[in-house]
């Protein structure tokens, strides 16, 4: 059993671990072995029904004798026992064109479930790289804070050794105060982060949680850059599940609808059975009934047949069936195309968003190295007296703000590159 409170979690872990856990991925999983079951039934239909049955009949008063047909008012019972097959010939098609239709929504289900996966996996990465945000966000805040203590001490010994008004003690105190809160504000919104990732992860009695860090040094992929959208989006709808998901429903839409037009054509079936029966009025030349077992030996009657259905006219249900069902092909090839749609338009943002981030990284780095530049210089003016608190607090401030900025585009430069990734059909996630 992991030791969560000691143990650092990489993402690949916390994504194993959700998988494993997301009782939401059960809903799917049951789905699916619903299809699955409706597939081999619609396979199993094919065989012969076979069924048997008994009867047992008191009778009253008047009634006909069944051995003669005569009119009798004496009470008796009788036994009757039947076994009777029925196999279907011919029926337009329909239990293929089924099969074939529930087979492929078997195989939709199957592509969905494993969609599911890749959202809750993007969502696990989405909260992993939350977490390595704000414990980047709490570090700068330390940093801060630690400036602010020595600038805090450095003002009090001035005060001590008269160098500086006693108003200046308060000045520095009140940026003390400000960091110190930011700082509380970093540790909560980390907080709030590792809670997340527990809840994604469904990691029950936890806390806190401890992630190994996957942040990469953000580079420009001259193979990413280069590539188009449309390539790209070539090689996603082959590999998508969502979409092939679709397309299978398209297919099965397709069989429904060739499974309906099969009941217009005329069924031809072959049935046959087998029976016996056992009647108290049947008796031999002594009056007394038969036994049980010479009946049930001398009643035996045996059929075979051929059964022909033409339909005719059924208040006009099986053309509306068909129509029906065309209605439903239509609209399954409607969703096919919003989701290669949708599909298109999110690897065309994806390509914008990667280039744009390449270029704002490599200048929030100039920008972020500039303002501690800045700050450096403020501080050491600071020291000597050439500036007031507030300048120097603005320059720091700004340093912090560029440093948050530089670390939040590197964040999000390196999900996009996962998920651009992801859809190049890269192996981003270990997931069957």
């Keep these: 059993m992991r030791v969560q409170a000691q143990e650092k979690w990489t993402l690949d872990e916390c994504v194993a671990y959700a998988l494993e856990h997301n009782l939401q991925l059960n809903d799917f999983k049951y789905t699916t072995q619903s299809d699955r079951e409706s597939y081999r039934q619609s396979v199993r239909d094919l065989l012969p029904s076979v069924n048997a049955y008994s009867e047992y009949n008191i009778r009253f008063g008047r ?113 003390l105060l400000t960091d110190k809160l930011n700082l509380t504000q970093s540790k909560n919104q980390l907080v709030a982060a590792q809670l997340k990732l527990i809840q994604e992860m469904n990691l029950e009695d936890a806390k806190s949680i401890t992630i190994q860090p996957e942040m990469a040094e953000v580079k420009d992929d001259t193979n990413i850059s280069e590539v188009q959208s449309d390539s790209i989006f070539t090689e996603a709808k082959n590999f998508m599940p969502i979409v092939k998901a679709q397309e299978l429903r398209a ?84 969703n096919l195309d919003i989701q290669k749609q949708q599909l298109y338009q999110t690897v065309q943002t994806l390509v914008q968003d990667y280039n744009s981030l390449v270029v704002e990284y490599e200048q929030s780095t100039q920008k972020m190295e500039a303002q501690e530049l800045a700050f450096t210089i403020a501080q050491k003016r600071y020291e000597k007296g050439l500036i007031n608190a507030l300048e120097l607090f603005q320059a720091k401030n700004l340093f912090a703000s560029a440093q948050n900025e530089n670390l ?22 270990d997931i069957e």
């Design 63 to 175: 009634s006909i004798d069944p051995n003669d047909n005569s009119i009798i008012t004496t009470d008796f019972f009788s036994n009757n026992y039947n076994l009777n097959a029925n196999v279907d010939l011919f029926r337009g098609f329909q239990k293929l064109n089924t099969i074939k239709a529930t087979k492929f929504l078997y195989k939709a289900t199957q592509e969905e479930t494993l969609q599911e996966k890749y959202l809750l996996a993007f969502r696990v990465m989405q909260a992993f790289y939350n977490i390595e945000f704000f414990e980047g966000l709490v570090a700068i805040s330390k940093e801060q804070l630690a400036v602010s203590q020595s600038n805090y001490d450095l003002v009090k010994r001035q005060i001590e050794l008269g160098l500086k008004a006693g108003a200046d003690l308060y000045e520095a105190e009140s940026l």
């Design 251 to 334: 297919d099965a839409a397709q069989k429904q609808v060739a499974a309906a037009r099969g009941e217009l054509f005329p069924s031809i079936s072959l049935f046959g059975g087998y029976g016996t029966g056992f009647y108290e009025t049947t008796r031999d030349s002594l009056g007394e009934t038969v036994p049980f077992s010479d009946q049930f030996r001398d009643n035996t009657f045996r059929f075979v047949g051929l059964s022909l259905n033409v339909p005719i006219s059924n208040g006009w249900s099986g053309r509306s069936k068909i129509k029906q069902q065309k209605i439903a092909r239509l609209r399954a090839q409607n």
């Design 408 to 429: 939040q585009v590197r964040l999000s430069s390196e999900i996009n590159k996962s998920t651009l990734d992801f859809y190049r059909g890269l192996p981003v996630f």
